[in-house]
């Protein structure tokens, strides 16, 4: 296995990119707001990719996908932000198992809780 650095020019002028992952564990010490800043500067290093598909474990907060039961919502704000504000072709998530099957529309982007079932996803 070679470990490459992420180069996002170089991956947008490939026709196709067949996977990116960023796998990202956060220091508990670093409390909620730090956290929360991470995952969103994380992430930013995906917003030029186009198309994009964005596979993340934690749903966008206050969202169908992100649902526990009526009034209470376990998602992400930082996932939330990132999907508002760079609209990924897809979402897809699970995290909330409540949530399962949940689908929502995100302005442009198409997302679904595939909980522990899973999702085929056929692009063209």
Request: charged residues 20%; hydrophobic residues 45%.
């Amino acid at each position: 296995m070679v470990d490459t650095p992420f180069a996002p020019a170089a991956l947008a002028a490939a026709p196709r990119t067949l996977g990116l992952g960023l796998h990202l564990v956060l220091d508990p010490a670093l409390g909620q707001a730090a956290a929360a800043a991470e995952v969103v500067r994380q992430l930013a290093r995906f917003a030029d990719l186009k198309p994009m598909v964005l596979i993340c474990h934690a749903p966008p907060y206050q969202s169908p996908l992100d649902r526990i039961r009526d009034g209470l919502h376990a998602g992400s704000r930082s996932v939330a932000e990132f999907v508002d504000r760079y609209q990924p072709e897809y979402f897809l998530c699970g995290h909330i198992h409540e949530a399962q099957g949940a689908a929502a529309q995100f302005g442009a982007t198409r997302a679904f809780n595939v909980g522990k079932q899973g999702h085929l996803l056929e692009l063209d």
